[in-house]
């Protein structure tokens, strides 16, 4: 079955650095890659996603992510972190495609020390 | 463009009793999803319809969570009778096609 895994359940970042979140995968092929982010009381909002083509993919809010085939990762980053990034962040993959079942991973919270 | 909508917004209940959540996907997406958020873990899919058939329960535990789309537009999701580990945010999502899923605020359950 397929798996996602976010090793870092807390992060704490200083407004104004950078981040990198991380994300491994475990499946047979290739699957459909996403991060969300989901603020307090919020549902979860689309970041970015990855289907095929290049492998370095922009977002919104200044996102961006990177498919590493060889390392089965999908990992989100920032340059310059704002205090309003503070949220909970998941990746997500999918067998066919965004419109099909998400397999989410557990969450990494964002804390931004101001 | 409205969003999904969902209610109620939080929802407190005793053990055994039953409870239901009502979610208004986004006009014209034919696919709908109820996913179920524990504190600490990601979303789990409950169930999946595409209009108003049924495409994946596989993780609904159907002895006592059911769910329905009457029209293809609405859904609602019931739990009878709900236990304490049935405490979690409640998702709802719809999608127009395979790109993406849009969710709801969700409902958050707390069962006493």
């Known amino acids: 079955a397929q798996s996602v895994t976010q090793p870092d359940i807390h992060i704490t970042v200083s407004e104004g650095a950078s981040l990198e979140l991380r994300c491994n995968y475990s499946?047979?092929?290739?699957?459909?890659l996403f991060w969300y982010v989901q603020s307090p009381g919020q549902g979860l909002q689309l970041l970015l996603k990855?289907?095929?083509?290049?492998?370095l993919v922009q977002g919104i809010k200044g996102f961006e992510a990177e498919f590493k085939r060889s390392q089965s990762s999908f990992n989100l980053r920032k340059p310059s972190v704002h205090w309003s990034d503070a949220a909970e962040y998941f990746c997500?993959?999918?067998?066919?495609?965004?419109?099909?079942?998400?397999?989410f991973g557990t969450g990494t919270q964002l804390k931004v020390e101001l | 463009e409205a969003g999904v909508a969902q209610s109620p917004r939080y929802k407190i209940i005793e053990k055994r009793q039953s409870v239901a959540f009502w979610c208004n996907p986004i006009?014209?997406?034919?696919?709908l999803y109820w996913y179920q958020q524990i504190l600490g873990q990601g979303p789990k899919l409950l169930i999946q319809?595409?209009?108003?058939?049924?495409?994946?329960d596989s993780q609904l535990p159907k002895d006592r969570f059911s769910a329905e789309r009457l029209k293809g537009v609405d859904s609602t999701l019931k739990i009878q009778p709900a236990k304490l580990e049935d405490s979690a945010v409640y998702l709802c999502?719809?999608?127009?096609?395979?790109?993406?899923?849009?969710f709801g605020p969700g409902t958050r359950l707390t069962v006493t």
């Open positions: 990855y289907f095929s083509g290049d492998t």
């Open positions: 319809f595409q209009n108003n058939g049924v495409v994946d």
């Open positions: 499946y047979g092929a290739t699957p459909y």
């Open positions: 997500a993959v999918a067998l066919t495609g965004g419109g099909n079942k998400l397999t």
């Open positions: 006009s014209g997406h034919a696919t």
């Open positions: 999502a719809s999608s127009p096609d395979a790109a993406q899923q849009y």
